[in-house]
Nanobody, 120 residues
C-alpha cells in the first residue's frame, strides 16, 4: 500500500512565496519521475514542473524563473518552491509520483491536492 500526501498550500498576496511538499510512504523501493500539476477552475490539469530520479528538471514556460522543484530521495519527498506568485497561479496543485516496489512497477500515484490562492 502506498500513500502520497501533498501539503503547503494557502493564500498569499501577489509577489509572495509558498513551498509545497509531497511525501510518499508505504511499500516503496524507488520513485522515478515526479511532478507537480495544477488545475484552475474550469481548466484542464497542467504540468507545472517535473524532476527525474537523477535530478533533471522541466518547467512550464509560465513558471520558469519563479518556481523550483526539488526532491529528497532519502525522505521520498518532492518540493515545489514558488516565488513571485501571480494571481494566475491560483489553482489546486497536485503532486504525482511514479513508484516502484521491490517486486516491480506499481504505478503513478497522486496526492489529494493542495489549494493555492494568490490575491491582493
Amino acid at each position: 500500500q502506498v500513500q502520497v500526501v501533498d501539503s503547503g498550500g494557502g493564500s498569499v498576496q501577489p509577489g509572495g512565496s509558498l513551498r509545497l511538499s509531497c511525501g510518499a510512504s508505504g511499500n516503496i523501493f524507488s520513485i522515478t519521475a515526479t511532478g507537480w500539476y495544477r488545475q484552475a477552475p474550469g481548466q484542464e490539469r497542467e504540468l507545472v514542473a517535473s524532476i527525474t530520479s537523477s535530478g533533471g528538471t522541466n518547467y512550464a514556460d509560465s513558471v520558469k524563473g519563479r518556481f523550483t522543484i526539488s526532491r529528497d530521495n532519502a525522505k521520498n519527498t518532492v518540493y515545489l518552491q514558488m516565488n513571485s506568485l501571480k494571481p494566475e497561479d491560483t489553482a489546486v496543485y497536485y503532486c504525482q509520483m511514479r513508484i516502484t516496489s521491490r517486486t516491480g512497477f506499481l504505478g503513478d500515484y497522486w496526492g489529494q491536492g493542495t489549494r493555492v490562492t494568490v490575491s491582493p
